[in-house]
């Protein structure tokens, strides 16, 4: 089984432009969660989605970050008019149930802003 | 809001020497995770323990759960170079949608 899938593995955007993460999950789940994670840091929880649905955002910003898993294709994490602060790893991770339960992390996207 | 704290933050010993790092908090989880993480890769799930006073053995690694639920500890025997890594420890949060991390021990096992 192909594990979480994230792409790109690394991302370079300039201030103000727009950012895509991809997030293709384990096959059978349909359970996605983003987080974030700054160098020497945990990692904090932004948003919870299930196919075509967003269950809990509560830890995404509420401006200039949205995210989407439709009916076909990966999970999307949108980072428009992006800015240095943006500056960070982001992981998915998928669940075949509820979450609370052990999840599957892909190896993440680096996203580093000029 | 339930939170997570991990000591130490940092911990760097000599290979053979046994260590503890401690995952504590305030609130009660349902569940607790502990994950490994490398450099450049994502989390993997070491253990998942669920029932106050859990102990559960992967190898030279022991983690136990609190009795109350609220806390949880690793230990490693005999520490490898191997062993050297951030040491992430997740809680499953009230409303058992999402988990919730600490902030990581750095562990670094010297040859």
């Known amino acids: 089984n192909a594990g979480v899938m994230q792409n790109p593995r690394h991302l370079v955007r300039r201030r103000g432009q727009e950012a895509r993460l991809r997030c293709s999950p384990m096959k059978g789940h349909s359970h996605v969660y983003w987080y974030r994670q700054l160098p020497e840091e945990g990692l904090k929880f932004m948003v919870y989605?299930?196919?075509?649905?967003?269950?809990?955002e509560s830890g995404m910003p509420k401006e200039r970050f949205s995210a989407e898993f439709p009916k076909e294709g990966p999970s999307i994490l949108r980072i428009q008019q992006v800015v240095r602060g943006d500056s960070a790893a982001y992981f998915c991770a998928s669940s075949p149930v509820t979450g609370g339960q052990p999840q599957h992390f892909g190896d993440g996207t680096r996203l580093s802003i000029l | 809001t339930q939170l997570l704290e991990q000591s130490p933050q940092f911990l760097s010993i000599q290979e053979g020497e046994n260590l503890t790092v401690y995952c504590n908090s305030s609130s009660v989880f349902s569940s607790l995770q502990w994950y490994r993480q490398e450099p450049g890769e994502g989390p993997v799930l070491l253990v998942t323990v669920v029932t106050g006073g859990e102990v559960k053995k992967l190898k030279r690694l022991t983690f136990q759960f609190g009795d109350a639920r609220k806390d949880s500890s690793l230990h490693i025997t005999a520490a490898q170079p191997g062993d050297t890594g951030l040491y992430l420890c997740?809680?499953?949060?009230?409303?058992?949608?999402?988990?919730?991390f600490g902030s990581g021990t750095r562990l670094s096992i010297r040859p």
């Open positions: 997740a809680g499953a949060d009230s409303s058992a949608s999402k988990i919730i």
């Open positions: 989605l299930q196919k075509e649905n967003i269950i809990d």
